[in-house]
């Protein structure tokens, strides 16, 4: 059997793992597993403290063990790595959920830096046939439940890259009274707005091609396939500015009930998808897109590729 790796990505809305070997070309990869868990880890994190909540952390852990003996199972071995990233770097408990893990699994799990996360997501959508051989100059955004990172490439290489504090679920904790109820018109252009201006102040100028790696995108995808829409589930989609922004003012107006049962949202991402259908529309707006591509190599197809590369045994 080829050396295979095991990613356990942790995130502010979902925990993730992947096993993978190598694949033919510079970045390819062969996916042998992936299972995704919804643990909402992040709730709270807009506090001005923030910190996880016991029951977060308990959660968390089980999650995590459980896709750790997933990796194990698969013969990623000691080659496997976990890792966290908006929610838990904000948190101040953030250390102590990750000696949780560390004591269930034995394993040692690492908080990613924000510079780390983006340049794992880089190098992630490189490992995408469908955009790292097309595409020289481009534009990749991941946008998380804590953090929308952004990646400028130009020439094929990494130009600019930044982490910004911008993720669905921080956003509708700060902006949104009641998320469950449609939303206010005032409380949508508040969110746009400082969404906005933190892209406009920030290191990374969006210019389209768009790639995009969010949660948000793929539950955007769920949509459309329930609705109909045909979609081959491994490959990358493209979204038209139209598609979203229509998606956008149907679902906003729509109680959190009449989201899932009338747009096919997943319920757990319900009450946070109308911030992720802004955040989208803005990102589209500055960098004047009239379409964005979805693609699900992202964090942990980075990271694989990095440990295939180097492995640790």
């Known amino acids: 059997m080829r050396a295979r790796v095991g990613i356990i990505d942790i995130g502010s809305n979902s925990i993730k793992a992947l096993v993978a070997e190598r694949g033919p070309g510079r970045f390819g990869l062969e996916i042998v597993h992936e299972h995704t868990l919804e643990v909402r880890i992040s709730k709270g994190i807009s506090r001005e403290n923030p910190s996880l909540a016991e029951d977060r952390i308990q959660a968390g852990i089980r999650a995590v063990e459980e896709l750790w003996r997933e990796c194990v199972g698969l013969g990623a071995g000691d080659n496997i790595r976990i890792v966290a990233t908006s929610a838990v770097r904000s948190a101040g408990n953030g ?50 439940g804590g953090s929308l990172e952004l990646i400028r490439f130009e020439r094929g290489e990494v130009r600019f890259r930044t982490s910004l504090p911008l993720g669905s679920v921080r956003l509708t904790e700060r902006f949104f009274s009641q998320p469950e109820l449609p939303l206010p018109a005032e409380e949508q252009e508040a969110l746009a707005g400082h969404v906005r201006a933190s892209i406009e102040a920030g290191a990374v100028d969006p210019r389209p091609p768009l790639i995009g790696c969010s949660g948000g995108l793929a539950a955007l995808r769920h949509c459309l396939a329930e609705a109909g829409v045909e979609d081959d589930t491994d490959t990358a989609m493209v979204f038209k500015r139209s ?19 009338r747009s096919l949202i997943p319920a757990a991402r319900a009450d946070i998808f109308p911030a992720a259908l802004l955040t989208f529309s803005v990102v589209m707006e500055l960098a004047g897109a009239v379409e964005l591509i979805h693609s699900f190599h992202n964090l942990r197809y980075g990271l694989a590729w990095s440990l295939l590369r180097s492995p640790r045994t």
């Open 243 to 261: 598609t979203i922004e229509g998606l956008k003012e149907r679902v906003n107006s729509q109680p959190i009930a009449e989201r899932i049962s």
């Open 95 to 144: 250390v102590r959920f990750m000696e949780g893990i560390a004591e269930a699994t034995g394993c040692m799990a690492e908080i990613l830096s924000g510079e780390e996360e983006a340049e794992g997501i880089a190098l992630g959508v490189r490992t995408d046939p469908a955009i790292g051989d097309i595409y020289d100059n481009f534009t990749v955004f991941d946008l998380g």
